[in-house]
């Protein structure tokens, strides 16, 4: 192929085509007309040797080539973009928005600190949180639209992964609780009656696939999707939550609960933050990413201080 000759715009017009799908969906996505869409799809189809749409019943559909032309198409654009980006971040005067997604516990535990900073170096500067939607959204298309993700887990293809903070897994229970410490001891465990938390992509709590390796059935009589709820149920019942000591602490004053230690200690929780490959030198992303950081070492340091 002679890259002298080719259109890069042709670039733009293929991401949007394989996004919608639709000739005419794709046109209004990067603001050209119907004809100069079809157009365009007509060179593609030139360009590359394949038909990239092709019409099923009533709807068009990708190509096993377009299929695949996604993931690498999406990130050759990004890299592209990056060339343009500037080459300092002026946080007092930027009105940037930043996308990040995390689960509840890490919002309770590090979005207060993380915002006093960022109000104090960037007023105008706006955050954006959304719930955590399990691991299968990790895609090319996801990383152009995410600046950071707060998860524990492995590495995602994609994505760069630094730890944030440690923690240990302890029981929640109100005060008064008639079990109390008795749920130290393993049949006074085994026998209270649980809130599980089961967050989207999951099967089970991960607290029970780890009990269940060591021969052990909680006895479930509650699931919800987040800790923060987990939380509030056994503040107002005789259930018992297995939940990061962290959030435990963070909610026991207003709350009014008490942690237990497990009869089992499940070891160390890991905290990571991940940012996607394309981000890597955006110099705001830099900035947020350090300020996370040093919000999450700030709560290894408090740990470090109560010890």
């Known amino acids: 192929m002679n890259l002298n000759s080719l259109d890069l715009n042709l670039l733009i017009a293929l991401d949007a085509l394989l996004k919608e799908a639709n000739v005419s969906r794709a046109a209004m996505r990067i603001g050209l007309s119907q004809p100069a869409a079809s157009h365009a799809l007509q ?6 040797g394949d038909p990239l749409l092709v019409r099923t019943g009533a709807r068009m559909e990708l190509t096993p080539r377009a299929q695949g032309l996604r993931g690498p198409l999406a990130q050759v ?47 105008n500067v706006r955050i954006d949180v959304v719930p955590w939607r399990g691991s299968a959204i990790f895609t090319a298309e ?8 707060i998860s524990i887990g492995n590495a995602f293809s994609g994505f760069h992964r630094q730890r944030l903070y440690t923690d240990r897994d302890m029981l929640a229970v109100r005060r008064g609780h008639p079990a109390g410490t008795k749920l130290k001891k393993r049949d006074a465990f085994v026998n209270a009656r649980h809130v599980a938390v089961v967050g989207r992509g999951q099967a089970e709590d991960l607290i029970d ?11 479930i009589a509650l699931v919800v999707p987040g800790y923060i709820q987990a939380l509030h149920v056994t503040a107002r019942t005789d259930l018992v939550a297995f939940v990061p000591r962290r959030l435990i602490a963070a909610l026991s004053k207003q709350l009014s609960l008490v942690s237990v230690t497990p009869p089992l200690d499940p070891g160390i929780d890991e905290q990571f933050m991940f940012y996607p490959t394309r981000a890597q030198m955006d110099p705001g992303s830099i900035w947020l990413r350090k300020l996370m950081l040093e919000t999450g070492r700030e709560l290894d340091r408090d740990k470090r201080r109560a010890a």
């Not at 060179?43 to 590359?48: A, K, V």
């Open 209 to 219: 696939t780890w009990l269940r390796g060591k021969g052990i059935e909680r006895r």
């Open 142 to 149: 996801f990383a152009r639209t995410i600046d950071l993700v």
């Open 43 to 48: 060179r593609l189809r030139d360009l590359i």
């Open 77 to 123: 654009l990004d890299q592209v973009r990056g060339l343009f980006v500037p080459e300092d971040f002026d946080a007092a005067r930027s009105e940037r928005q930043f996308r990040l997604m995390m689960p509840d516990l890490a919002v309770e535990l590090l979005m207060p600190s993380l915002m006093e900073k960022i109000t104090q170096a960037a007023p």
